[in-house]
């Protein structure tokens, strides 16, 4: 979706973290502007509605490297970073951050932060949640303040990186970000399983957690992802039955020995037809996982995290709906793009009732990922408000009182 | 859910003095709680309370008034709502193993102690979860996953005696924390009671849930943010094998260069741990293990996953070690072996009662590359201040922990290890550090937050302490030094504090 902005939104692209800092502690005592902190700008016609006028505080001047001790596997950056460039960087060392992030050439370390971003590999890696070791913001009174530090272990405090991961920039916005990396592994492949029916896909899955091998992700998708997916990777997913994507990766022959063995134990699931797809392909495949959540020109996209357990349910209830859906499977994490003929508000609105009888408030929730801009006010972001919402609030007040940053965003974060 | 029960703080409360035994409130207050809990779960009577006076951490120490054995969440409520009514403070207790004298109570006031909440209530193994109350023990919910292909990933050195909940609040690393990480990362969700008496439920078992992490921001708060009453925890596959060796070298030095070089290699052991001579001798002398009585520093080095991968990797930290000068390596081939290397590492701090009648076990953080220097620095302290200390640790992750030997009925070798601690730490953060790794920061240590971090970082945290636990009526006076002044109410010292020169 492209981002889009009107309005009266003037920017400011700080080139400091102190000029950051001075910029919002002026703000505080002044003009009281409103302000939208951004990015690579990846998803911006969901975070900040155009019709609201302020400040967008643009990171990208705040994208240099503060420290990076190879050896300790650890890296102090701005938060403006693009992840491509940060890859980079660590490559170059045998390292990475092994968080998958859809255009990734655009997606900073703070937007990615700010969102929880993630991809495939959550399963085996965690979130960057899992990653952040220190970090720095600034709150909606202009305060800078840090919390962790430098070094892999550290319960010095309260860890408030954890407030800010998935804050939406509602909170402070991050400048400065110390990280855990991880050793980049030797190669990877892939073995994609067609299936005829849902059953026999939730057996499959259900049976990860006996097998013999350690996937770093496993990938679901119906068949109408699975052409879409199949046609931007240009392989040859089987594009007519459901799929099942497992990924292995490390040394050669542990990843061909894993593939192997994956094929053996799901014989038993009957699976229509399995293949390995070898690195330089399993990677395009990968690639195209990642990046379909943000890949679609459709209206609507839903988001729902579920139970693993319950999640093929839901997937059957979006498929009958003819939603293209794919899964970050082993974590319950499902993406669906609504169909074409999903025109109207009204449509959506019915579709998304019809889901939520699939969804049981202990089992899974149900939020809308990104949408049109002119829906964007009538769709709820989440459908349910959250437990611990007061406190929520409470901390939204207390950092933010005059409610500033991202305040509309805020909002629709619980507002059902 | 919030629960929207009315508060009942009583403005006119009594003075806490007043509270004392024998006192018409103290004795409303006791009466109201044993309706609660019953007779058999309240401890009153001021020599059953001295057990409680502290924890692991011996320096300070401070009786609770009352101590209260919940069953329940429902109890753990109603109990902290009387607190807030008759003014009282009061705080969590696991096991009682904090290092960081989390459970003080200081003011004295009431002690909650969990142990009795100690029941699994779901396992689930599709989902990868498990729910248990607070009070059960690490151990157990590893021993009671046995056979199912999964365990509780993070194993505090004490996980055969601290609780779940204990371990929440204080984040707790332990020997595999360099590859599966700390106590943060395996929590999904949590059920707490609040300072208010509230009961709220924070994340939840699927993999995300909507709003900010409270759970996240909830651990590590090491007691002050509530009582925390369940715990929805991830459970992790078991490794399919391991390979356990114990690689000997002449010198420290030799030794932290192959930590450095096997990580460098892009290999993460499960576990790499580290003994020093001093160390290795009172092992030795206790359990007889084998250990070459001369030898600088022996690193336990285990790397576990899939078969087939192992031997490989095995391959390459032998080669590394090589290169580092090892003098020999022990390779455990059955799982007697593996368990008896374990169990050296495991029973360490058990033999350090054989070298000396006190220690103090310290908890710095270093940069993993930075390893030579604070020990370099640590032994020059020892020899500065003419005092034994040695060193097991978790050095795959800078984790130091030097125990320093002394005789707490001399005082002036107490004075010694205050300062020598202190230095060390100073050491640390000076490195890019910090001065606790996994025990917290508690009482021990609130002198050094503000070194640390400064005045708006600390009232950062404050804010957000105070929207959890505004009255700081519960577990007074730790993590962040409080602003008004130094003195901490009904604490005796057994030792003189250590006291922050700057
Ligand atoms: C509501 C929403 C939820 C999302 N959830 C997920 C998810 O769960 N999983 C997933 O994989 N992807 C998610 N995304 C996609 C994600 O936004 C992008 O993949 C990318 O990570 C964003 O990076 P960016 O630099 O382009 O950020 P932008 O698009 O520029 O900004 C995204 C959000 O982050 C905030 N932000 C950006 N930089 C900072 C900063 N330095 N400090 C504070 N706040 C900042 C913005 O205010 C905005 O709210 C989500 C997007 C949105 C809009
Ligand atoms: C020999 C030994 C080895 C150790 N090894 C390690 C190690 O490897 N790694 C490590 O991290 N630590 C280690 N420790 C320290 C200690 O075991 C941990 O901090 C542990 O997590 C404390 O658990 P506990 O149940 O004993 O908690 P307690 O000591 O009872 O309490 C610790 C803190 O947690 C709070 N608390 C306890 N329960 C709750 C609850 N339900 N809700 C809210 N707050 C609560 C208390 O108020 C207190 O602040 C070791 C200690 C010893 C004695």
């Known amino acids: 979706m492209s981002p889009t902005h009107s309005g009266s939104q003037e920017e400011f692209v700080p080139a400091s973290q102190t000029e950051l800092s001075r910029f919002m502690t002026d703000n505080t005592a002044a003009a009281q502007k409103q302000i939208f902190p951004v990015g690579g700008r990846t998803s911006l016609s969901v975070c900040c509605p155009a019709s609201q006028s302020g400040t967008l505080i643009c990171t990208s001047q705040l994208n240099r490297v503060i420290d990076y001790p190879v050896r300790d596997m650890t890296i102090t950056v701005e938060a403006g970073m693009r992840l491509d460039q940060l890859n980079e960087i660590v490559s170059a060392e045998g390292q990475r951050l092994p968080i998958d992030v859809p255009q990734s050439n655009r997606a900073t370390v703070g937007g990615v932060i700010a969102t929880n971003t993630c991809g495939p590999r959550r399963f085996s890696y965690g979130t960057i949640r899992d990653y952040v070791i220190g970090i720095s913001a600034i709150d909606g009174k202009g305060n800078l303040f840090k919390s962790g530090g430098r070094v892999v272990k550290n319960v010095a405090g309260y860890d408030l990186s954890k407030m800010l991961v998935g804050s939406l920039g509602t909170l402070a916005v991050i400048s400065q970000v110390s990280l855990n990396l991880r050793p980049k592994p030797e190669t990877m492949s892939m073995v994609w399983f067609a299936f005829d029916s849902f059953q026999n896909a939730d057996r499959a899955l259900e049976a990860i957690v006996t097998s013999g091998t350690r996937p770093t992700a496993v990938e679901y998708c119906n068949s109408k992802a699975a052409r879409q997916i199949a046609a931007e990777s240009r392989s040859e997913l089987p594009s007519e039955h459901q799929v099942v994507c497992v990924c292995f990766e490390g040394p050669a022959n542990v990843v061909n020995w894993q593939a192997d063995q994956i094929r053996e134990e799901w014989k038993t699931f009957s699976p229509l037809s399995s293949q390995i797809v070898g690195a330089e392909k399993a990677t395009k495949l990968y690639n195209a996982f990642t990046e379909y959540q943000t890949s679609s020109d459709d209206p609507v996209t839903l988001k729902a995290v579920l139970l693993p357990s319950q999640m093929m349910k839901f997937v059957e209830a979006a498929s009958q709906l003819n939603i293209a859906v794919q899964a970050h499977a082993a974590d319950g994490i499902v993406f669906g793009h609504l169909p074409d003929s999903a025109s109207s508000l009204e449509d959506v609105q019915q579709i998304l009732q019809q889901l939520q009888k699939a969804i049981s408030p202990q089992t899974g929730h149900l939020t809308i990922y990104q949408c049109e801009s002119e829906w964007a006010e009538s769709l709820p972001l989440f459908c349910s408000a959250p437990s611990g919402w007061a406190l929520m609030q409470q901390l939204k007040n207390a950092l933010d009182p005059d409610q500033l940053l991202n305040a509309q965003r805020f909002s629709e974060l619980v507002e059902a | ?502």
């Open chain 2, 1 to 502: 859910m919030v629960d929207s029960t009315n508060q009942t703080i009583t403005q006119e409360a009594p003075p806490l003095d007043e509270l004392k035994s024998g006192s018409p409130p103290f004795t409303s207050l006791v009466q109201q709680l044993t309706q609660v809990v019953g007779q058999a779960n309240i401890l009153y009577n001021a020599d059953e309370l001295l057990v409680y006076e502290c924890d692991g951490y011996i320096v300070d120490k401070s009786a609770p008034d009352i101590v209260i054995f919940p069953t329940s969440t429902e109890q753990v409520s109603k109990i902290v709502k009387l607190c807030n009514q008759f003014n009282v403070p009061f705080l969590a207790r696991g096991a009682g193993t904090s290092l960081s004298g989390g459970c003080l109570p200081i003011g004295g006031g009431v002690m909650i102690v969990l142990t009795k909440m100690k029941q699994i209530l779901e396992i689930n193994l599709r989902d990868r979860y498990a729910i248990v109350e607070p009070g059960m023990v690490n151990l157990h919910l590893t021993n009671a996953l046995k056979g199912t292909g999964y365990h509780y990933a993070p194993d505090p050195s004490s996980q055969g005696s601290c609780t779940i909940g204990g371990n929440i609040a204080t984040n707790s690393g332990g020997p595999h924390t360099l590859k599966y990480g700390v106590t943060t990362n395996h929590v999904l969700g949590l059920e707490a009671v609040l300072p208010d008496g509230s009961i709220i439920e924070l994340g939840g078992p699927t993999a995300e849930t909507p709003g900010y992490d409270l759970h996240g921001l909830y651990v590590g708060n090491e007691g002050t943010f509530g009582i925390c009453t369940k715990a929805i925890v991830r459970i992790t596959r078991d490794p399919e094998s391991h390979r356990t060796m114990l690689a000997v070298f002449q010198t420290i030095a030799d030794a932290t260069r192959a930590i450095s070089a096997i990580i460098a290699a892009g290999i993460i052991p499960s576990a790499l741990e580290m003994m020093d001579h001093g160390i290795i001798q009172a092992v030795e002398e206790a359990f007889h293990f084998g250990f070459p009585l001369d030898a600088g520093a022996v690193l336990l080095i285990e790397v576990d996953g899939l078969e087939i991968a192992l031997d490989e990797e095995v391959r390459q930290i032998l080669e590394i070690c090589e290169s580092c000068n090892v003098r020999e390596i022990q390779r455990a081939d059955t799982p007697e072996e593996r368990q008896l290397i374990w169990k050296s590492r495991k029973q360490a701090f058990g033999a350090i009662g054989r070298l000396s009648p006190s220690y103090c076990t310290q908890d710095g953080v270093v940069p993993r590359t930075r390893l030579p220097e604070i020990l370099e620095f640590i032994e020059a302290t020892s020899k500065k201040y003419n005092m034994r200390i040695v060193n097991v640790f978790h050095a795959g992750d800078g984790n130091v922990h030097p125990i320093l030997l002394f005789d707490e009925r001399d005082q002036e070798q107490i004075q010694k290890v205050l300062e020598a601690s202190e230095e060390i730490l100073e050491k640390c953060l000076e490195l890019g550090g910090s001065v606790t790794g996994e025990h917290g920061i508690g009482v021990e240590k609130i002198n050094f937050m503000s070194r640390i971090f400064n005045e708006t970082d600390l009232d950062t945290m404050e804010t957000v302490r105070d929207i959890f636990n505004p009255r700081q009526i519960c577990s007074r006076d730790k993590v962040l030094p409080q602003h008004q002044s130094d003195e901490k109410a009904g604490v005796v010292q057994s030792h003189p504090a250590r006291r922050a020169p700057h």
